[in-house]
């Protein structure tokens, strides 16, 4: 595609439920990113994928929320349990490799837990 | 670990005139790169221009360009001609450029600085 993509837009959720964000990145791009933002916190990095090597989830809050790289490329990044902080938009983005190049965003997801 | 200082929580400009956003960080790594990027109510993060520390010349994109003082840390954003669609949140971004540990290739952001155009 052209660019970034994700889904869905928005979500609304209940607390306790499970939540799966997605985001298709630009073709040819080697590393994926994810980060949040929200108003308390600003724009916080969660976590990035390199080709095949292991992520790195040292921003990851909470033991709640994982990410999944398939075939590298597609990721969905999943919250368990949901609490109502962590309402927050969630933006992906990603770069052709990690070395020194620019992340292109996506139009993240805007998730909100009641 | 970096941080990233916007100090302008806000301004506004007159439609074609300049203005300019200020940024400053804290690292003590000699090599990086530095981002301005825009964020209008669509979500959408966009790029507006990046400076890798080891060039000593400012970037320049069309009607933006940064005053980088790399002793000083300090990365500045001037719009020149603003345009009403130039209305957003600017955001400056600091990335290292070597890995040194968990967490090193992110990019680190500062907390924003919203632009109003005036017509």
């Known amino acids: 595609g052209a660019g970034v993509s994700q889904s869905p837009s928005n979500k609304v959720t209940e607390k306790g439920k499970d939540v799966e964000l997605r985001c298709d990145p630009i073709?040819?791009?080697?590393?994926l990113y994810w980060y949040r933002q929200s108003l308390g916190q600003g724009l916080e990095f969660l976590i990035y994928?390199?080709?095949?090597?292991?992520?790195?989830k040292s921003g990851l809050p909470s033991d709640r929320f994982s990410a999944e790289r398939t075939g590298g490329s597609v990721s969905t990044l999943t919250i368990q349990r949901t609490q109502q902080e962590d309402s927050a938009v969630y933006l992906c983005?990603?770069?052709?490799?990690?070395?020194?190049?620019?992340?292109?965003f996506g139009p993240g997801t805007r998730l909100t837990v009641l | 670990a970096q941080t990233v200082t916007q100090s302008q929580p806000e301004m506004s400009v007159q439609e074609a005139e300049t203005v300019t956003l200020s940024c400053t960080y804290d690292t003590s790594e000699s090599d990086y790169y530095l981002f301005w990027y825009k964020q209008p109510p669509s979500r959408q993060m966009i790029l507006v221009i990046r400076?890798?520390?080891?060039?000593?010349q400012n970037a320049t994109e069309n009607r933006f360009s940064v005053n980088f003082q790399k002793a000083a840390k300090s990365f500045s954003l001037k719009i020149s001609d603003s345009q009403l669609g130039d209305a957003a949140m600017y955001f400056c971004?600091?990335?290292?450029?070597?890995?040194?540990?968990?967490?090193?290739?992110?990019?680190?952001f500062g907390k924003g600085t919203k632009l109003s155009v005036i017509p």
């Open positions: 073709s040819g791009h080697t590393a």
């Open positions: 983005a990603s770069s052709f490799s990690l070395a020194g190049d620019t992340q292109y």
């Open positions: 994928f390199q080709g095949n090597s292991a992520p790195d």
């Open positions: 400076q890798e520390a080891y060039k000593q």
């Open positions: 971004a600091y990335r290292s450029a070597a890995y040194s540990g968990a967490g090193s290739y992110q990019l680190t």
